[in-house]
């Protein structure tokens, strides 16, 4: 496992982001997994553990909990975050972090987070009545919390605004960043605001929700000409690696076969080439037609209509590159009238809580638009019937 220097730590280069766990078929987390999941990353040298209080339905806090509780404390750091990018009438930070060290089952947090500093976040962090900075900077001086930091999807701009207020606090900054994103988000020009301000970059959407794991067959083959036993998603990873200030990489996986994967990548540090590096910006530029949708499902907790609106926004990105194909038709076919992009009343609380800035409104609209134009499933389910019961008869 590589190691990256942080103040007097040695963190392990490759971090188990816990947004996206193994679920059940109920859609509850699969514990034993993530347990097996835990196990094998502690024995392989991964040490750093990142939570947040909403995710998976507040339950991924108790779960990665659970699991690192069967290893001493010491072999761990263990991250989590403050939810003030929630819309609510209050904020109560000190109910907030008890609970979440309950949850965790520990005494105090190795890193600790204000959860997605942006536009709508800045104001309520920074609002005097709920003192929220104030407190977590207390609970640093009492040891409850060891490093503190932001994550953020701000614009750089407003990133930049806040820095210059807070952050003498500062210790890390976790952004979204992948060869995607290095333009189409402009992540590049966050991370030069961090590196100007000595501040280490965390990576967070290093496969940008895994769009970079999904490459056309005339892609992937570019990139075996180069490195033919480097994964698609190995590239991803080498690509962070170029980035000096990047001292974390997170990585939501799912499975025990994605950890033992994204390990085996970080078991060395093999950075792209300039060469290598142009390869995937042109892949990249092909892919700017996409919405940005990383999945983070921060869009869905306030839907009136409860449309799942990261399933949707892929299906349109996946009917815009394949216009052609059946995959889409076929999704939407299992779908009620009341779920389908059509269904969206265009009140835009979506677009409100979006960390990637998409006009979601304006994106159902599109698809919908564009759904008429796409191949009939249902007609091809037809013809394909009674094209064998005339082959029945004709036997």
Not at 90 to 98: K, L, R, T, V
Not at 118 to 147: M, N, T, V
Not at 152 to 164: C, G, Q
Not at 192 to 214: A, F, Q, S, Y
Request: charged content about 25%; some cysteine.
């Amino acid at each position: 496992m590589i190691y990256r220097n942080f103040r007097d730590l040695k963190l392990s280069a490759l971090g188990f982001g816990t947004m996206r766990l193994p679920v059940n078929p109920d859609n509850s987390i699969d514990e034993p997994q993530v347990f097996e999941m835990t196990d094998y990353a502690i024995s392989h040298g991964v040490n750093y553990f990142d939570t947040a209080y909403p995710y998976h339905a507040s339950k991924s806090e108790i779960v990665i909990g659970k699991a690192l509780a069967r290893h001493p404390r010491e072999s761990f750091f263990l991250a989590t975050k403050y939810p003030g990018h929630q819309l609510a009438e209050s904020y109560n930070p000190a109910e907030i972090f008890e609970e979440q060290l309950r949850k965790c089952g520990v005494d105090y947090f190795d890193f600790y987070l204000l959860h997605n500093v942006c536009e709508i976040s800045i104001p309520i962090y920074e609002d005097p009545r709920w003192k929220i900075i104030d407190y977590f900077l207390e609970q640093k001086a009492q040891g409850k919390i060891r490093h503190f930091g932001i994550s953020s999807h701000a614009l750089p701009e407003n990133l930049e605004k806040f820095l210059d207020r807070h952050g003498e606090h500062i210790e890390f900054c976790q952004i979204q960043l992948n060869y995607l994103d290095w333009t189409l988000q402009n992540a590049k020009r966050k991370y030069e605001i961090l590196t100007e301000r000595g501040i280490p970059v965390w990576v967070m959407e290093g496969l940008h929700g895994g769009r970079l794991c999904k490459l056309t067959d005339e892609e992937q083959a570019q990139l075996k000409a180069l490195r033919p036993e480097e994964s698609v998603t190995g590239w991803a990873f080498r690509w962070l690696q170029r980035l000096p200030n990047v001292a974390m990489i997170l990585s939501g996986m799912s499975s025990l076969q994605q950890m033992k994967e994204n390990i085996a990548t970080f078991e060395t540090s093999e950075p792209l080439t300039d060469a290598e590096d142009k390869v995937l910006s042109d892949i990249a530029e092909g892919m700017k037609n996409a919405l940005p949708c990383t999945s983070c499902r921060y869009c869905c907790a306030g839907c009136p209509m409860e449309l799942d609106i990261p399933l949707l926004i892929n299906a349109f990105n996946d009917a815009k590159l394949h216009p052609k194909s059946f995959t889409v038709p076929m999704m939407l076919d299992t779908l009620p009238k009341e779920k389908l992009p059509s269904a969206c009343i265009g009140c835009g609380q979506c677009a409100m809580v979006c960390p990637q800035k998409i006009d979601i409104p304006q994106a159902m609209s599109d698809f919908s638009a564009l759904i008429p134009s796409l191949p009939n499933w249902t007609k091809l389910c037809e013809e394909r019937a009674a094209a064998a019961k005339a082959a029945r008869m004709n036997s």
